[in-house]
């Protein structure tokens, strides 16, 4: 889902912004089955000029078969989308109650409108007759060019991007910390293999006490006076080391 900051249409008089009409959850879906592009918002449902509570709705849906599309990028955040269509757009009005007891809205109820003309807060008359005429639309998304691109790749409008976006300072920080952690940890879970005592130190040639390797992995040695002791006898394997 992407977020949609302006939406413009060619009308007979020429270019008509349509994006003040959606106040609310502007958003271009990316739909995969059927593949299919899709305009959604909502707007305040008024009463004499007073709010009910309640949310009108409008959605414009075109199929992949029907649409070509092409992309500039207008800044590191935000990227232009004109979008062609050889067909004219399937388009649904619908109301979203407040649900009360829970706090948050409801489920929209949608209305095919097929010809009908009929308009609503979200979608006047007016400009779903712009909507079916214009067959070109030029939108300004509130995304990165490759964001855009890899949610259009999933329905074959655009490539995916290739070219991965560079790293912050912050980021390859923390990625040089987790290298230098795990060489760290690999260094700490190899034992001395029989030369020492890795709990106490004792070297193999004192003669002192028997000293031998408790475990094949990790390679931990062990004296039998440490073998025994419940922190020191505990290869680094199972320290998790």
């Known amino acids: 889902m992407l977020s949609i900051q302006g939406l413009k249409l060619d009308g007979p008089n020429g270019g008509v912004d349509v994006s ?5 959850e502007f958003v271009l879906k990316v739909l995969v089955k059927p593949p299919k592009l899709v305009y959604e918002w909502s707007a305040p449902e008024l009463c004499f000029g007073y709010g009910r509570g309640g949310f ?3 959605k414009v849906e075109m199929s992949t078969s029907s649409v070509s599309v092409s992309l500039s990028e207008i800044s590191a955040q935000r990227t232009r989308l004109h979008v062609e269509l050889s067909d004219k757009p399937t388009i649904d009005i619908g109301t979203q109650d407040w649900d009360k007891k829970q ?3 409801a489920r929209t109820k949608w209305i095919g409108l097929g010809d009908r003309d009929i308009g609503c807060e979200a ?7 712009i909507f079916l005429m214009a067959r070109s639309h030029e939108l300004i998304l509130q995304h990165t060019l490759p964001k855009v691109q890899l949610e259009l790749s999933k329905i074959q409008l655009a490539d995916a991007p290739t070219v991965k976006r560079p790293l912050s300072e912050y980021n390859q920080l923390q990625k040089a910390l987790a290298v230098a952690n795990k060489k760290i940890r690999k260094e700490k879970m190899r034992g001395s293999d029989g030369a020492r ?5 004792l070297d193999a040639d004192s003669g002192e006490d028997d000293v031998d390797v408790i475990c094949g992995r990790c390679l931990y040695t062990a004296c039998g006076s440490c073998e025994v002791h419940h922190c020191r006898g ?5 320290k998790g080391w």
């Open 20 to 24: 003040k009409v959606a106040q609310k």
């Open 56 to 58: 009108s709705r409008a």
């Open 103 to 105: 706090g948050r809205r």
């Open 123 to 129: 979608l006047p008359n007016s400009v779903r007759q």
């Open 197 to 201: 005592c890795d709990g106490c130190g």
């Open 234 to 238: 505990t290869c680094y394997c199972k």
